[in-house]
């Protein structure tokens, strides 16, 4: 038996439904209750619904009391990747293993190994943590795909570069598919918080090719770790605003207020002060806390959408990225953009471009990148702290207009998050069309007929 919906005033509305007196709470009540039963809901992003980091260990030998895995982090986001400082990656036994040696990556800490007599494991740690190794170790510490400082590219922006991998030797483990514990409380960084992994599952053991493709070899056991991202974990607040402006219009629509929050408005720097160009001020920090220049909206980034030109067949928009931190340098940095004419780009001038397709039937997505060598790394704040590039979109007449806010996105995305946009109230919308007096019209049509009788 459901509520009965009444015509008569709507006291309370939750989620679209009408509440009456006595049944505010409920609200609330159903909203919590939402969240817990659908935790991992938060981590879905519906411009990339497949988007994960599936991390795959490979047991390719057994050894006296375990086994050599090969472990592979393969990054399926499209527009999300992992930037300096890299990738950490943490797990926990399921029994009492140890890691004899690792290839291609190292432990942040050895742990308490005075048990062992002669050979010393390389980690005794219950919790071990694992990170990259820097580019340039001797090759004898190399494998395939490791040794990049745990910098590993979004699969739509860079998918060469979208995999790291590392070796490692585990003891005090067993010794066939049967007696074999998978680790468990697998944790990711990337480098900060934001990505859930699941329970490691077994799956159907990889197959390789040999060099000539004429021999097929399959790994002795396999399982799979899924990892998601959500933005609702990685932070409290946006890392980024996005403003407006239009050729058609002298108002230019800033970001909100506070975009960002306002807990860094005490230390930030004024980019006219001595302290922002003192020696030392683009150091990072371990912790990586930023340093932002001081602003109305305190984000490290603004994205600026500028509507410049319109041609008869053609419209013109112009994008800038700006970064008013201090001490951050982006690194292979994505914008997706999502607007409804993006079916329509003819031409992107400074920035690389892809069409994101997240559904077969609707195309309004696109990302944005660097050019390799030339505009990938976005400085820190300052005079370099800034990309721009030009997009030409064409026109379809029926539905271009310019009316309403239709001109600008309706998501912007930097690095994979989601930047806050101004109220849409606020855009710049086009000017009013110019008043008619109807007496002007009739006393000058009045006008025209005389002259011509006169003639």
């Not at 490979?58 to 982090?73: L, N």
């Not at 590392?166 to 680790?183: D, E, I, R, W």
């Not at 609702?232 to 929050?261: D, H, Q, W």
Request: proline content about 7%; charged content about 15%.
């Amino acid at each position: 038996m459901g509520f009965h919906q009444s015509t008569e005033t709507c006291y309370y509305q939750c989620r679209g439904r009408c509440l009456f007196p006595g049944m505010k709470s409920i609200c609330g009540l159903v909203v919590v209750l939402f969240l817990v039963v659908l935790p991992g809901a938060v981590a879905y992003d519906p411009l990339d619904p497949t988007g994960n980091i599936t991390i795959k260990w490979d047991i390719v030998s057994w050894t006296a009391d375990g086994y050599v895995a090969a472990v592979t982090m393969s990054n399926f986001q499209m527009y999300r990747s992992i930037v300096s400082p890299g990738w950490t990656l943490g797990w926990q036994w399921a029994k009492k293993e140890v890691i004899w040696s690792m290839v291609g990556a190292q432990t942040t800490e050895q742990g308490d190994c005075s048990k062992f007599k002669g050979n010393v494991p390389h980690c005794c740690m219950r919790k071990p943590v694992v990170v990259d190794l820097l580019p340039g170790v001797p090759y004898n510490q190399q494998f395939s795909n490791c040794c990049k400082a745990g910098v590993v590219s979004a699969w739509g922006q860079d998918p060469t570069n979208s995999v790291s991998a590392f070796q490692v030797s585990v003891g005090l483990a067993g010794t066939s598919n049967k007696t074999v514990k998978l680790p468990m409380n697998f944790t990711l960084l990337g480098p900060g918080p934001g990505y859930t992994c699941g329970p490691a599952k077994v799956v159907p053991s990889t197959v390789y090719l040999t060099p000539d493709h004429r021999r097929k070899t399959q790994a002795l056991m396999t399982w799979n770790v899924t990892c998601t991202y959500s933005q609702f974990l990685a932070s409290r607040n946006p890392s980024c605003c996005v403003s407006f402006s239009s050729f058609y219009n002298e108002t230019i629509t800033p970001c909100p207020k506070c975009a960002c929050g306002c807990q860094n408005k005490n230390n930030c720097v004024m980019s006219d002060s001595k302290q922002a160009h003192r020696k030392g001020i683009n150091t990072p920090r371990k912790d990586n806390t930023p340093l932002l220049q001081c602003t109305h909206h305190m984000c490290p980034i603004r994205v600026h959408w500028h509507v410049k030109l319109n041609y008869k067949d053609y419209w013109r928009v112009k994008i800038a990225v700006t970064n008013f931190n201090y001490r951050m340098n982006y690194t292979q940095w994505t914008l997706v953009a999502q607007h409804p004419n993006l079916n329509s780009v003819t031409q992107v001038f400074s920035f690389d471009y892809k069409p994101l397709v997240p559904y077969e039937a609707i195309n309004d997505t696109g990302m944005f990148y660097g050019m390799k060598f030339y505009n990938d790394l976005l400085m820190e704040a300052g005079p370099q702290g800034n990309v721009q590039s030009e997009v030409l979109l064409g026109k379809n007449k029926d539905t271009f207009t310019f009316k309403q806010g239709w001109a600008f996105p309706r998501k912007v995305y930097f690095n994979g998050d989601e930047c806050m946009l101004p109220p849409p109230d606020t855009y710049p919308f086009l000017p009013n069309a110019a008043y008619v007096n109807p007496i002007a019209i009739s006393t000058m049509a009045v006008s025209v007929l005389m002259f011509m009788l006169i003639l």
